[in-house]
């Protein structure tokens, strides 16, 4: 009850808190008798009761800070809120804290504590820091503020489980946490900033850091010529805004280098799309690692997403704020790491595999969190550029007799066939020619060709009911080999027999990749390099996509000869998060994009289906893991 009235600004009446902690008016009014006695011990605090009215707090600040500091020490606490707060108190306090404190504040055995300390001392490593443990003195964790600071805004990570609590927020007071938001919204509004609802949730921890370790007197370091350069950023004048509302509201004085620690956490904040695109538009190297990335990726996958204005705008706001994460250290965190890579596995190694040649070219090192959301705005670009695909066909008209046909017989069809797009009219001589700057679906002509890549329908020239019938159906029969093509026998092409490996006995993924790898170079399929960059790529991020399915690969550009190396474990091993049996080592050409994509669309398909992987598992010669692949196409 106590802990409600110091929430609540207003009045409370007794029937309300009856409702809230689910007991009688009478308990309710005995409590409220022992509650008076207890506030005795804080000078500015008086219970309020107005009949007919109800029940108030007349507290000051520092009061109701002090009761909430008694209350939040002495409650028991779940095993998460005891383990995200020792974490914290370590990464707070300037003082070593002993086991025994621990096991007398939280009344949990001595292994339980030493347990929260191993797990507590890994997590920190991540963020260049040291749980540094002292025989009778104590815990400590030592290593830099920012890294400190780092790690506090991550403390969620301590959890393995998702929560919807946000344990981070809990650790500071409401009234800390409520000032702060309304700081946040002005600062948006007077300024006209538009953040992602997760960037302001960041701002907001980070602010509330801020203002803790101000007060304790643990100031940031910023390096001078760091100092110099950030004046020159607008958001330099919105973060001197926001600190003094703070300054006045909590009174206290933040030294220069927080309102630059600051500015920091502004420039690198999540953007939203409808933010003004000017200052991103106009940032030469943001632009250059823009188009270098759309147009390797556009190489890898053989779609033209430089064309996608859609995505170029999001592309520009979103690594803008990457760019300047890594440039300040702020890493991010992304919740939906496995689900993008299990969902997306096609389109996040092409991403990571561009970005190889992205971060040594522009000195960036962009991670795979990070990654994940750039395969975001990649997918959705190729669902609206397959979206428009569908609904027309690119097709060539190669016509025999003269501009004049050519071009009566160009107009019949943009009447009659509303889906399908005429990306030219030429003659017969000028087909090579056009078919290296056009890509099309199939041709139209009013005579055979020599041309055995792309599909073709010859047809009348006049387009008679005859010819609209061939056409319909040509079509039709167009889309359901391109659907058949799409969905099954990429696989069975690539996995060869001489390199399937069963019950393979391997404790690690690198010797699996290097095993793998060594066949494939063996083989002469693959380059002396490839294994090795292989290795890089693993090392960078994990390539378990779920299910029990790890897809291990190289630089297509080392392949000489397309193929998959297989290895089904004897047991599974750990994958990055994942635990894996089944490994699909990808050796693919640049010739053979199409191939990979289908490829990677089967496995994917085989990691969400339990029963077919549990076949391949379980198949007992590699005539029968054979047999498993191709009984699913």
């Not at 949730?201 to 100092?227: C, D, G, W, Y």
Request: glycine share 4%; with cysteine; hydrophobic share 40%.
């Amino acid at each position: 009850m106590l802990k409600i009235l110091l929430r609540q600004k207003e009045s409370t009446n007794i029937s309300d808190l009856c409702n809230q902690l689910k007991c009688s008016e009478k308990t309710v009014r005995n409590d409220l008798n022992q509650m008076e006695e207890i506030l005795t011990a804080y000078p500015s605090a008086q219970l309020v009761r107005k009949p007919g009215i109800g029940i108030s707090l007349k507290i000051d600040e520092l009061d109701r800070s002090r009761i909430f500091q008694s209350l939040f020490s002495n409650e028991m606490k779940s095993t998460e809120d005891r383990f995200v707060e020792i974490a914290y108190q370590l990464l707070i306090s300037d003082k070593s804290i002993t086991i025994k404190e621990l096991v007398n504040r939280y009344y949990v055995p001595i292994g339980l504590i030493k347990k929260d300390l191993d797990r507590i001392e890994k997590w920190v490593e991540k963020y260049g820091l040291e749980l540094v443990s002292k025989p009778r003195i104590g815990n400590t964790i030592e290593g830099m503020e920012l890294n400190k600071r780092s790690a506090l805004a991550h403390l969620s990570e301590l959890l393995s489980t998702d929560q919807e609590k946000n344990y981070v927020l809990d650790l500071f007071l409401p009234y800390e946490v409520s000032t702060v938001q309304r700081a946040l919204l002005d600062l948006q509004q007077q300024y006209d900033m538009s953040f992602t609802d997760g960037a302001m949730e960041s701002l907001l921890i980070h602010a509330l850091i801020m203002v803790k370790r101000t007060r304790q007197k643990s100031p940031v370091f910023i390096p001078e010529e760091e100092s110099e350069s950030i004046y020159r950023y607008k958001e330099y004048e919105h973060a001197l805004s926001f600190s003094n509302k703070l300054e006045s509201v909590f009174r206290i004085s933040f030294p220069e280098e927080e309102r630059i620690y600051f500015t920091w956490h502004l420039i690198s904040g999540k953007k939203r799309e409808d933010e003004s695109l000017d200052v991103f538009l106009s940032d030469e190297y943001l632009m250059n690692v823009i188009t270098d990335l759309t147009l390797k990726i556009d190489k890898l996958t053989l779609f033209t997403f430089e064309m996608d204005t859609v995505l170029i705008k999001g592309l520009a706001v979103h690594i803008y704020s990457v760019i300047n994460r890594i440039k300040y250290g702020f890493p991010l965190t992304n919740p939906l790491l496995s689900e993008i890579k299990r969902m997306y596995p096609y389109m996040f190694n092409m991403v990571m595999l561009s970005l190889n040649e992205i971060n040594e070219k522009y000195h960036l090192d962009i991670p795979e969190d990070e990654a994940a959301y750039l395969v975001l705005h990649f997918q959705a670009s190729i669902e609206r550029l397959e979206g428009i695909r569908e609904k027309k066909k690119q097709a060539l008209i190669v016509c025999h007799l003269g501009v004049g046909i050519s071009h009566l017989l160009e107009a019949k069809l943009k009447h009659h066939y509303q889906n399908i797009k005429i990306v030219g009219c030429i003659s017969k001589k000028e087909v090579a020619e056009s078919l290296r700057h056009e890509e099309v679906d199939f041709i139209i002509t009013t005579v055979p060709i020599n041309q055995n890549n792309v599909p073709q329908v010859v047809i009348s020239p006049l387009l008679e009911e005859s010819d609209k019938e061939k056409l319909s159906q040509f079509v039709v029969e167009l889309d359901d080999k391109e659907k058949d093509n799409d969905v099954s026998g990429r696989l069975t092409k690539l996995v060869r027999g001489d390199m399937v490996y069963l019950q393979l006995e391997e404790s690690h993924p690198f010797k699996v990749v290097e095993s793998l790898g060594d066949v494939l170079f063996q083989k002469g399929l693959v380059n002396e390099t490839f294994t090795h960059n292989a290795l890089v790529r693993e090392r960078k991020s994990a390539t378990s996509i779920g299910g029990g399915v790890a897809i291990p690969h190289g630089n297509p550009e080392m392949v000489y000869q397309s193929a998959i190396a297989v290895a089904v474990l004897d047991k599974p091993i750990e994958w990055g998060s994942e635990l894996v049996s089944v490994v699909f080592m990808l050796a693919i050409a640049n010739q053979d994009r199409k191939l990979n994509r289908g490829a990677v669309a089967e496995i994917a398909a085989i990691s969400e289906d339990p029963a077919h992987l549990n076949a391949l598992i379980g198949a007992r010669s590699v005539e029968g893991f054979l047999n498993n692949i191709n009984s699913k196409e």
